[in-house]
């Protein structure tokens, strides 16, 4: 392993790579990428393990815009900046950062740890234009979920759900993205904040977190009592976190006059909307969610570094990269009911 100041131009490190055909997951020992002009070979501090990353594993995604069959998994990643390449001087060695999770070229958008090589690794090699500057003050393991499990939900609460001061929001899922989502939906003011979560520890901390309200979507007096929650008016907004295909039709039917549902839990299975001629007459909106913009990571990292939020509470476990697919596996079966799992190169 290199600390950095070895020679690193000929040697190896070991990765978490997933064969997309084979649907195999294995750590592997590869190459130490060299960053081309305009791209940047990052030290991996820390980085996260996402559902979309069970999801992956499973089958249940597929990367769009892969080259070749495998892939270095992680796309929730911070570190040091190790080797610019030709042309960039936006950064210099020894910078602290958080790496944005994709970007976008020639009209679509790729994704870290999908399309391209992400962070379950000793190094990555990235575009110079996805790394923020990070600061001294926020630890890597809390800010490696900045990119995706902290700014997805801010994308979906602040630009897709577009979500006001005192509309009323149920979200559905209080795991690594949700437990965010109630965070950001305090701090921007929504009322009353309605947590769904089959899982009572879930619930639990999605009080601790802000929520007014936590409900179990599985108890026979849900429907009255999210309208009791909401004054009989319904949601303005429902936030699907939870990726399962039951919540949508939940979701759907908890919403009031132009409520609009956002998808940000990705389920990959077709969806219904059973009664259709209600969803017309209440003027109810389903939108689409994915990642975030460009200025959303910075955005979070200043509101961190200004106490804003605080992320000291969202690292359930700090895991050895090599303990990658056990961490996988954790993530999966709720063991401890994590909030996020990182792993530590
Ligand atoms: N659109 C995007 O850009 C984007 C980005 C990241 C993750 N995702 C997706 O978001 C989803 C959540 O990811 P995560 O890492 O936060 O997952 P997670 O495993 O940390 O949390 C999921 C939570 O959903 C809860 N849940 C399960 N069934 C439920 C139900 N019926 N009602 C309410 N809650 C239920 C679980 O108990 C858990 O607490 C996944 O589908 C993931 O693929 C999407
Ligand atoms: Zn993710």
Known sequence: ??????????????????????????????????????????????????????????????????????????HEVAGTVD???????????????????????????????????????????VPAGVLVPLGEDIPFDQASIIPDAVSTPWGAIASTADVRAGEAVGVWGIGGLGAHGVQLLRLIGAAPIIAVDPIPEARERALEFGADIALDPMAEDFSAAMKAATGGRGLDVALDFAGVDAVRSQAINCLGLRGRLVLVGLSGKPMTINDSTGFS???????????????????????????????????????????AEAAVKALDAKEGNPIRLVLIP
């Open 83 to 125: 080797l610019p390449g030709a042309g960039v001087t936006s950064v210099a060695p020894g910078d602290r950062v958080v790496v944005q999770a994709g970007y976008e070229h020639n009209g679509v958008t790729l994704t870290m740890g999908v399309d391209y090589d992400g962070g379950w690794a000793e190094y990555l090699v």
């Open 281 to 323: 007459y209440a003027r109810k909106q389903i939108r689409g969610h994915y990642g975030s913009e460009a200025h959303h990571v910075p955005q979070l990292v200043s509101l961190t570094r200004l106490g804003r939020l605080d992320f000291a509470k969202s690292v359930s476990a700090r895991i050895p990269l090599a303990d």
């Open 1 to 74: 392993m290199s600390n950095g100041t070895t020679d690193t131009s000929s040697g190896t490190m070991i990765a978490g790579r997933l064969n997309v055909e084979t649907g195999t997951f294995a750590m592997k020992e590869v190459p130490i990428p060299e960053p081309g002009p305009g791209f940047v070979r990052v030290r991996v501090g820390a980085a996260g393990v996402c559902l979309s990353d069970v999801h992956l594993i499973q089958g249940l995604l597929r990367p769009q815009f892969l080259k070749g069959s495998e892939v270095t998994l992680g």
